[in-house]
């Protein structure tokens, strides 16, 4: 059911970030109205939030709580027409530093959220993100390395992708949080019938991200290139992506709420696929076509790092007829024009001092 045939809220919880001020935009300009629940913790968000409310005015409404508030929630999905959980802990950095409070927020707060629901508004669609993260770094698939990227021994695994019956390996205090709280999702579905479902994602990008060196490195390369700052890389940078336009993951959001009933009780690869496989050297040299040289600083590798991961999303294109539309480089450049009209380019990241004169874009 579309936003504009339906007068009861979209809940988006984490709406005020990346993906969710996109998601709760596309509903909005359908004619819905949405529910943001979201702490504006995270530097940036609140510009999103900002930016939702002056397009929209009193169809946004926003709930400032933690995913872990329960009775927040139950005020906040009271009446909704569906749920997108996206509020997480996001970096796997900051797990490693703290694996008590990321466990809190990404399995706990999703077990709440979770509970809400079964308690208040048992029919409700759920629909939440997790991650790649949950099959590890793909140790038991052989691997050649190439001039310029990784790619895998298995010829098939190289057409199609990871499928999503590839066994589950948590790494690292994210993955394993994340892990966990994919899981209560799809047992809700089988222990109390939930009308839940889940979105294991690539690597998103797109416009609304301000990206770090932790989490959202396809925005972070662009605004470090375009402030002429060096962009460190960790590792040889032959690592390979499936990069995903937020365009297309917001459609596969919608199509997943509008049809749950066809995805119910499942897991779903959701990334670029195959034709969005990119080395983060390609990237950096299309971001050097854009916006000119980049001088770069090297790292050692980060633990848990996948030396490559392609989503193969077959069964997501299967279930509900998606497929991603939007070619990486026609996407960089998306991001990179949206980014060109941000004041933050000149006045510093959210929180952080401007050092630097930014450059323009050569094309």
Partial sequence: MTGGADPSPLVVVGGAGFIGANLARSELDAGGRVTIVDTLARPGVARNLAWLEACHGDRVRHVRADVRDAAALEDAIAGARGVVHLAAQVAVTTSLADPMEDFSVNATGTLTLLEAVRRTNPDTPVIFASTNKVYGDLSGRAM??????????????????????????????????????????????????????????????????????????????????????????????????????????????????????????????????????????????AIEDLAGPVRLDHAEWRRGDQLWFVADTRALERALGWRARTGWREGLADLARWLETQDFLREGAPGAARQTPERRLTA
């Fill in 144 to 285: 050649r390395e190439g001039a310029d990227r990784w790619a895998p021994a298995d010829a098939d695994l190289t057409a199609h992708g990871v499928p999503e019956t590839q066994p589950l390996d948590f790494h690292t205090p994210y993955g394993c949080s994340k892990g966990v709280a994919d899981q209560y999702v799809l047992d809700y579905a089988r222990s109390f019938g939930l009308r839940t479902a889940v979105m294991r994602m690539s690597c998103v990008y797109g416009p609304r991200q301000f990206g770090t060196e932790d989490q959202g490195w396809v925005a972070h390369f662009l605004i470090r290139a375009l402030r002429a700052e060096p962009i460190t890389i960790f590792g040889d940078g032959k690592q390979v992506r499936d990069v995903l336009h937020v365009s297309d993951a917001v459609a596969a959001y919608r199509a997943a709420l509008d049809h749950v009933d066809l995805v119910r009780g499942r897991a779903f690869n959701l990334g670029g696929g195959p034709e969005n496989a990119v080395s983060l050297r390609a990237v950096i040299e």
